[in-house]
């Protein structure tokens, strides 16, 4: 899913027949691939956006605000084999970090089913939509790239989302939604048993943990300088892992400099990644 955000931050959650002033007003795009591809464009890593958009006031938001951050996107001339943005109100509470979100789904087009992928090292899924899914897999695989899934909800077939992925990173709500009986350490288990070669789950304030070969890696969460929204924290950690490990190839490394960057979005209203980008320096890139 792709969406264009609009996050208003308040002092408390509205109640009935209430008029609440608002603290500020942020537009941005948002979804959790497209978060993702934004934090590894703002890393200075090479990245396009393979779904053709179809042409509209959203769209031609989402893709100002790629171009700002180096990302690529493929245009489409009609909204046929193209993919509309949805609309969100994101509301915030000041004090918690707490939201809601209000999802206006975009008109139905049919699903563009590429014929090709460009040429790339890593493909970067949500497993949202299944057939979408097999083919990008499909393409994929047969001109040798790798496979990067990023699985916050409980899909229907998830086993087959997940079957082959080169790296996995589901969240703590899927382990819960699929067995409330399951640990941490068990849900990684079953992807490995599914054939995902790195796996890994984020559990929140409980940091994160990875399963790679045998090897469990237990990584803690950053605290946040401040706590403002933590809307698109996971997003964030998602993008600046896979940077990180295509850079270094270092499991640890990698998911600690993702927790800190999910620390500092923690501490923005979004995701704010073009001033993420501005601030690279306050982060230990040199692997990168």
Not at 39 to 60: D, E
Not at 88 to 113: S, Y
Not at 267 to 279: P, S, W
Request: net charge neutral; glycine share 8%.
């Amino acid at each position: 899913m792709l969406t264009r955000d609009r996050i208003l931050l308040l002092n408390n959650f509205p109640q009935p027949n209430q008029k609440l002033s608002v603290h500020s007003w942020t537009d941005q795009p948002g979804g959790p691939v497209a978060v993702g591809l934004m934090t590894m464009a703002a890393l200075g890593l090479q990245v396009h956006w393979g779904l053709p958009l179809a042409p509209s006031a959203p769209a031609a938001f989402v893709t100002s605000y790629f171009e700002k951050l180096g990302l690529s996107h493929q245009r489409a001339e009609s909204a046929d084999n193209a993919i509309s943005i949805a609309e969100a109100i994101i509301l915030v509470e000041a004090p918690t970090g707490q939201r809601t979100v209000l999802l206006q789904e975009p008109p139905a087009l049919p699903r563009p089913r590429p014929a090709e992928l460009p040429p790339a090292e890593w493909v970067y899924l949500d497993g949202r939509d299944l057939a979408l899914t097999r083919r990008a897999k499909q393409l994929a695989k047969a001109q040798g790239s790798k496979i990067f899934l990023d699985m916050g909800s409980l899909r229907p077939h998830w086993q087959e989302i997940v079957a082959g992925c080169d790296l996995a990173i589901v969240s703590d709500d899927v382990m819960r939604r699929l067995d409330p009986a399951l640990t941490p350490a068990g849900m990684l288990r079953v992807l490995e048993s599914h054939g995902v070669a790195i796996a890994g789950i984020t559990l929140g304030q409980e940091g994160s943990l990875f399963l790679s070969q045998g090897r469990e890696l237990s990584v803690p969460a950053v605290p946040p300088a401040r706590l403002v929204d933590a809307t698109n924290a996971g997003d964030v950690f998602h993008g600046a892992f896979l940077a990180a490990w295509i850079k270094s190839g270092d499991l640890q490394r990698s998911a600690e400099f993702a927790a800190r960057c999910a620390a500092w979005a923690i501490g923005q209203i979004g995701h704010n990644l073009q001033q993420f980008r501005a601030a690279q320096a306050d982060f230990p890139l040199a692997f990168l």
